[in-house]
């Protein structure tokens, strides 16, 4: 697997680590998102990743 690959995969999980994380402990979708966007950018994770992105798996998990 290339390297880029592989960084990318850590990220996604990385990603999903933190919202499974919050996601028990918002009231509804509207805080999680706020929680999601703002810890994905203290772990300065928006250089590598859209925050559509952050959005989006915060939508798929809150819907599980």
């Known amino acids: 697997m290339g390297m880029m690959k592989e960084m990318g995969m850590q990220i996604e999980d990385q990603v999903y680590g933190c ?6 402990e918002c009231e509804d979708i509207a ?6 966007v703002e810890i994905a950018r203290e772990q300065d994770l928006d250089r590598f990743i ?15």
């Open 19 to 24: 919202i499974e994380d919050i996601i028990p």
């Open 31 to 36: 805080e999680a998102l706020e929680r999601g």
């Open 50 to 64: 859209s925050m559509d992105y952050v959005v989006e798996a915060i939508h798929e998990m809150w819907n599980e």
